[in-house]
């Protein structure tokens, strides 16, 4: 009988035990869930992981429609420049029901402002001043720390926001202030490497596709490049613009492969440190044309095999991602085309993602 008592002690321990590892098990399951729940989506570009991620990518789709109709193409970050959305505002809800993620262009409209302020307090302005600050309005700041201070501000003010996964910190540059940015944009990396140093730093560099299969790319355009202030790379190349009443070329004219322009890009680049390995390139094609908006000016859209083409080519240089411009833009207005009115454009999208997810396949298993 002791021993049957003793047998029975050792079970019920048993017993107690094993409901014990159970219900820790249950509490387990209960606060993954919970903390999976709370999570807004899976994340396909976590920011440690986004130099070496494929991104597919689009500029301003600014509305819930655009962002709709960019994802429906297959887009995945949205480059946005100016405040970016938050993530419990209408367009930052959308995102996150779409599994998008988002490129702060915050930084590099900021810059534009500050160096047209620079610009407007020389002496003698330059004549074409009014083209590159077209605004009426921008931020003004009293100084270079007034500046960097407004940087950190929204720095720290977006450090917890999911849906930012790099930030847009450069775009156009103006002749007359050539390199000016260089060193700004180092100290504007510092101050991503203390708050958020997780997400990248992309600057942008632009040139211009001309008839005759000719290119518009000046070194000094390079200037404000460093490793130092740029963590990648984004290259945007679209056909340049023209009097609206001169004869529109045909697009076969146009170097879409652009054989000839990213060479002497990626040249100007390495002369200053450029190395593709470390900071990598984002190729962005041009997906909008047409007459533009308030002038009489006209920029020759590409078809769809010549969105697919200039995709690929950027692909086959060797960018890890490739975004398209834009879903929104001063420039388009009604007589414009561009991904939310041209079926031409989102197929040539489309064809374009198809084909650089092609070839990075391809790339990967020869490389593996």
Same mark, same amino acid.
């Given at each position: ?224 490049? +460093? ?6 790379? *984004? %290259?945007?190349? $679209? !056909?340049? #613009?023209? /009097? ?68 690929? +080519? ?6 890890? *991602? %490739?975004?398209? $411009? !834009?879903? #929104?833009? /001063? ?38």
């Amino acid at each position: 009988m002791t021993n049957n008592k003793h047998h029975y002690s050792i079970q019920r321990r048993y017993r107690i035990l094993l409901v014990g590892i159970i219900i820790l098990i249950v509490i387990l399951l209960i606060f993954s869930l919970f903390h999976w729940i709370k999570s807004p989506w899976p994340m396909p570009y976590p920011e440690k992981k986004f130099h070496k991620a494929h991104i597919i990518g689009g500029f301003s789709a600014i509305t819930p429609e655009k962002v709709i109709k960019a994802a429906a193409t297959g887009i995945q970050v949205e480059f946005q420049y100016g405040d970016p959305p938050a993530e419990d505002s209408e367009l930052g809800q959308k995102l996150h029901s779409l599994h998008m993620k988002v490129v702060d262009g915050f930084i590099a409209s900021y810059l534009h402002d500050y160096e047209c302020q620079r610009s407007r307090s020389m002496t003698s302005p330059p004549a074409t001043l009014s083209i590159y600050c077209s605004q009426d309005t921008y931020s003004t700041f009293s100084s270079e720390e007034t500046f960097l201070a407004a940087i950190a501000a929204h720095l720290k003010h977006v450090a917890n926001n999911h849906l930012i996964i790099g930030y847009w910190v450069l775009d156009d540059w103006v002749p007359w202030d050539k390199g000016s940015a260089k060193q700004l944009l180092i100290k504007i990396h510092t101050l991503i490497q203390q708050f958020t140093p997780d997400r990248p730093a992309i600057c942008g560099f632009g040139g211009t596709l001309t008839a005759n299969h000719t290119f518009g790319w000046a070194d000094w355009l390079a200037d404000n490049f +460093s490793p130092d202030g740029c963590d990648e790379v *984004g %290259l945007y190349i $679209y !056909a340049t #613009s023209i /009097s609206a009443a001169s004869q529109i070329p045909s697009p076969e004219t146009y170097d879409w492969s652009m054989s000839s322009i990213l060479p002497v890009i990626f040249r100007s680049l390495q002369q200053r440190g450029w190395n593709i390995a470390k900071e990598p390139f984002i190729g962005i094609g041009q997906a909008f044309g047409g007459f533009i908006a308030n002038s009489n000016r006209y920029r020759l859209a590409p078809t769809s095999s010549y969105i697919e083409m200039q995709s690929k +080519s950027f692909c086959a240089h060797g960018a890890i *991602g %490739l975004a398209f $411009y !834009a879903w #929104s833009d /001063s420039e388009i207005g009604a007589l414009s085309q561009s991904p939310m009115t041209s079926r031409e454009i989102e197929i040539g999208i489309q064809n374009g993602i198809r084909a650089c997810k092609q070839y990075w396949k391809q790339t990967s298993s020869i490389a593996n």
